[in-house]
């Protein structure tokens, strides 16, 4: 089955920098790689996704970008504010005209200081 | 957006006892719905797929005696943990795709559940 792994486990900034999670991928049939956001307690948020067909997707400060040939797909955040400080989390899946499952990366902490 | 819910929020139970947590598809029909469980500052663990009018399909290592799902309608399904232990304590969150939604899942608000 799919394995995603994810780094860093936690990330600390000072606000206006930038933040960079990456995760890898271990099936080539997967083509589907959305990024949620989850504060404590709370259900994850989609925050952005990026299917096979694209490189690059942007968000006004979020982007991701996908390399195919190498199964790796990053979380850019630019400019980053404290309310950006949460978990996040990428994940992968075969997306087709049925349902599909999501393999999760670990979870990056992501802490930005004022 | 489409909306997923779920209830309880929370739920503190005795060990030994069943809880029943519910999964559902607000203003959209749901064929599949997932459910995972999330330890304190882990990840997200898929545990079943549950198909609306069949059987739930489970992850290795998920007892589907102990997790019962039910999915008997495109708006709803539940997950009840049976004979509860301590060590059942966890966050348990559903999603849902939508008919006709390409890509995204819908997450509920998640279950804390504590068995004392």
């Known amino acids: 089955g799919e394995n995603v792994e994810q780094h860093p486990s936690t990330l600390s900034v000072q606000e206006g920098d930038s933040a960079v999670i990456k995760c890898t991928y271990s099936?080539?049939?997967?083509?589907?790689f959305p990024w949620y956001k989850q504060e404590l307690g709370k259900r994850p948020q989609l925050i952005i996704d990026?299917?096979?067909?694209?490189g690059e997707k942007k968000d006004q400060r979020i982007a991701v970008t996908l390399n195919k040939t190498a199964k790796h797909f990053s979380l850019h955040i630019t400019e980053t504010q404290p309310e950006d400080s949460a978990v996040y989390f990428c994940?992968?899946?075969?997306?087709?005209?049925?349902?599909?499952?999501?393999?999760f990366g670990k979870g990056t902490m992501l802490l930005v200081s004022p | 957006g489409a909306v997923v819910s779920q209830h309880p929020s929370r739920v503190i139970c005795k060990s030994g006892t069943s809880v029943k947590i519910e999964c559902r598809s607000l203003?959209?029909?749901?064929?599949?719905m997932f459910w995972y469980r999330q330890f304190p500052k882990q990840s997200l663990m898929l545990m079943a797929t549950?198909?609306?009018?069949?059987?739930?399909?489970?992850e290795q290592g998920v007892e589907k005696d102990k997790f019962l799902i039910n999915h008997a309608s495109l708006t709803l399904s539940t997950l009840t943990v049976t004979s509860a232990h301590p060590e059942d304590s966890s966050f348990y969150i559903c999603?849902?795709?939508?008919?006709?939604?390409?890509?995204?899942?819908?997450f509920g608000e998640g279950s804390r559940l504590t068995v004392l």
């Open positions: 999603s849902a795709m939508g008919q006709g939604i390409t890509g995204e899942l819908f």
């Open positions: 099936d080539s049939a997967s083509n589907y």
């Open positions: 990026i299917r096979s067909n694209v």
């Open positions: 994940a992968a899946s075969i997306r087709n005209s049925g349902y599909s499952t999501l393999t």
């Open positions: 203003d959209f029909q749901a064929t599949t």
């Open positions: 549950s198909n609306e009018g069949s059987k739930a399909t489970y």
